[in-house]
């Protein structure tokens, strides 16, 4: 064993004192696809060996499994052509009743959501179910439908041995219940029966009747759950609402909260419960929905409809994702919270037909990779595990290592002293220009030793200069009252140095329609996600100025018309798909080694004047190259246009780290790459040339 390591294993005299793990909370995960999946042809695996899916989720701490339920869906089902083998209907009763007997069987307690409806309800679309149309008029006679159904629905879960824990009374219900008439052969609303909260309230109660009439007799009373989706300054004014309104026989008061179509911070999440909590003391809170990405790649032709990252969890990569949702569901526990359920993090790609496509929406939050449904361990499917729990009140300290310069072919790592004696070497996450980074929970005020590696090997210990090198021969930590972020260089004392800078000014013109009276802001990575007013040039020209460090990963920004996150997006500018170059949805820069200007019209990608145009439109539109076969297996071949042959070559795997692949030349522009030493999977190859660079997806079967 090294020396320096003997003695940092030996050296540790701090142990963390943690508190007991919380066992009432849920962990919970939407499973209402994976029966579907599996018919598909999806098999799940972990470790590369195929295993119950249902097991996968136990064995990584799911306690609490969801499905949905709807009347009779086999008005739409029937018009997908699926592949072969795939069952007519999903998501009704029968297949219900195998998703709980497979939950209950790997010990995990069960959630029925009643959508009271053949269709997905949500906050836009409460369809009645198309054999209730007859009474959907009729109040009386539309209680007693939901009334006798649920009493129905549960008395047969109860004779089966499957009565749910807890029963959630319709979906994401914002707008009230069993409300929309539906399309004669679509999904959408066509006119709504009514708005009124005390009709809404009437159907509501039934549903609740009904679960407490079978309850006092079953073997399990479930407990009751309403269920609302908005943002987060209005769940207040819904709970007062339906209360008011007479619906007060609940157990649990239910919110969905996504990033992406709510637009708050974890800490505005937190600030949430915790009103609900102290305002409504009678009722337990649990967020019953959520969802984060991995990665902004579709993997198929079915659109991805979770599309916005946090800006606080960049880049988008399997680590952010479980980074996320740990800080997400720590912030929940703070605030007197009960639960967290995942939506769909199993709706895999598959040749199944959904009405929007065929394939996945959700291939880029699923907990398992696109090609060989095997679970990454490395992502979100993880934030379930107790020891992120072990003191939600813990500091979340982050250590960041610039590794420029060094060897990192074999992973970079750390070790610390608050894994106990001798430390866990674990794997840090690449984020793009050399930096690798590692998040954990510590106690307030505490501190140890911790030291970078770049194998898993005890002979890889970062070598520092004896200045910044502790009796541990590792580097000192400290915690302090707030969290904590440590940015270090590899092998040196201090953070890295501030990296040069150059100065790039944007510009935007306003549409001649458009309202400025709040003024012209800019946001994104640019700026640190603060929005920034710009300078009006005159002519509706506005603009600003930042010095930014050269680089080679593309930094995200857009403009928009208000100063504040609140309801932002209705204010942001809708970035056309060819300069949308950071998740599909924002502007994107790669910083020269000069000063530049990146000047376009609001909303396009079109340059203003002569300034110069963004780097990547004037290369996604101008340069191209071939590249096959796709997919590959053992060689592909790339032939570049004249311009580009002094061009650089990179390949790089889905969480952004680079890869290496022997690369042979055989003449200026044509190349073969052997890619037999390449796991199967996505891969990402990237030609730069200067400032400019192309990339294409890459699939090795």
């Not at 042809?41 to 989720?57: L, M, S």
């Not at 000192?476 to 969290?483: E, I």
């Not at 506005?542 to 010095?547: G, R, Y």
Request: with cysteine; aromatic share 12%.
């Amino acid at each position: 064993m090294h020396d320096r390591m003997k003695k940092f294993f030996t050296g540790i005299g701090i142990i963390l004192s943690l508190g007991a793990f919380s066992q009432d909370f849920y962990f919970g995960h939407d499973l209402s696809y994976v029966n579907q999946m599996e018919d598909c042809g999806a098999v799940f695996k972990e470790n590369g060996v195929p295993k119950d899916i249902y097991q996968i989720f136990a064995d990584h701490g799911t306690n609490l499994v969801r499905a949905r339920l709807w009347v009779d869906p086999s008005w739409w089902q029937d018009s997908l052509v699926q592949p072969g083998g795939v069952k007519p209907h999903y998501n009704d009763y029968e297949d219900v009743k195998e998703t709980f007997r497979r939950a209950r069987e790997a010990g995990m307690k069960i959630m029925l959501g009643f959508h009271y409806s053949d269709f997905w309800a949500d906050p836009g679309r409460q369809l009645i179910p198309r054999s209730w149309l007859n009474v959907a008029y009729s109040l009386e006679d539309l209680k007693d439908s939901v009334y006798n159904y649920t009493v129905r629905v549960l008395t047969g879960l109860e004779s089966e041995g499957l009565m749910p824990d807890f029963v959630k009374i319709g979906n994401e219900n914002n707008g009230g219940i069993l409300r929309h008439i539906p399309e004669e052969n679509g999904y959408n609303p066509v006119a709504s029966v009514s708005t009124s909260w005390s009709r809404h309230a009437q159907l509501f109660n039934a549903g609740i009747e009904a679960v407490r009439h079978v309850g006092v007799t079953s073997s399990i009373d479930p407990k009751i759950v309403i269920h609302f989706s908005n943002q987060l300054s209005g769940q207040i004014w819904n709970y007062n609402n339906i209360i008011n309104n007479g619906v007060t026989d609940f157990d649990i008061i239910g919110i969905s909260y996504y990033y992406a179509w709510h637009g708050a911070s974890i800490s505005e999440l937190e600030s949430t419960i915790r009103n609900l909590v102290q305002t409504f003391p009678a009722y337990e809170v649990m967020v019953v929905e959520t969802g984060y990405l991995w990665t902004t790649e579709n993997f198929d032709s079915n659109g991805n409809i979770i599309d916005e990252p946090d800006p606080q969890y960049l880049p988008v990569i399997p680590e952010k994702q479980l980074e996320y949702m740990v800080d997400y569901t720590r912030a929940v526990m703070r605030a007197g919270g009960k639960g967290v359920v995942f939506w769909e993090p199993a709706w895999v790609s598959t040749p199944c037909r959904t009405p929007w496509g065929v394939g996945s929406s959700h291939d880029h939050v699923v907990f398992f990779d696109p090609v060989n449904t095997n679970f990454m361990s490395n992502g979100g499917g993880i934030w379930c595990h107790p020891e992120h729990y072990e003191n939600p009140n813990d500091k979340k300290v982050t250590f960041k290592v610039n590794m420029s310069g060094a060897d990192v072919s074999a992973g970079v790592y750390i070790a610390g002293s608050w894994s106990g004696s001798p430390p866990i070497i674990e794997p840090m996450a690449y984020e793009g220009n050399n930096i690798y980074s590692y998040f954990t929970y510590l106690p307030a005020e505490s501190e140890g030793s911790f030291f970078f590696l770049n194998d898993t090997t005890l002979e890889s210990i970062e070598p520092l200069p004896d200045s910044c090198r502790n009796q541990d021969n590792g580097r000192d930590y400290q915690v302090g009252l707030k969290n904590k972020v440590y940015t270090c260089e590899w092998g040196k004392c201090g953070p890295p140095p501030p990296p040069e800078k150059v100065s790039v000014t944007f510009k935007v013109k306003m549409d001649e329609d458009a309202d400025l009276s709040r003024g012209v802001y800019i946001v994104g990575k640019i700026c640190d996600w603060e929005i920034t007013r710009m300078i009006s040039e005159g002519d509706r020209i506005f603009s600003i100025k930042f010095s930014l460090p050269p680089g080679e990963d593309t930094l995200a920004y857009y403009y928009l018309t208000t100063s504040t996150w609140t309801n932002y997006k209705d204010y942001r500018e809708s970035v056309p798909e060819e300069c949308a170059w950071k998740w599909g949805i924002d502007r994107g820069i790669i910083v020269p080694p000069k000063d530049t200007t990146v000047a376009h019209y609001w909303g396009s990608c079109n340059s203003i004047g002569t300034s110069t145009r963004n780097n990547q439109v004037d290369v996604k539109k101008n340069d191209s190259f071939l590249i096959f076969p796709i997919p590959a297996r053992n060689e592909i071949y790339l032939k570049l246009p004249d311009h580009l042959h002094h061009a650089i070559i990179s390949v790089f795997d889905m969480t952004g780290k680079k890869v290496e692949v022997p690369l042979i030349s055989s003449s200026n522009s044509e190349y073969c790459l052997h890619t037999q030493g390449l796991a199967k999977g996505f891969y990402i190859l990237r030609v730069q040339q200067g400032e400019f660079y192309i990339s294409r997806k890459l699939v090795i079967r």
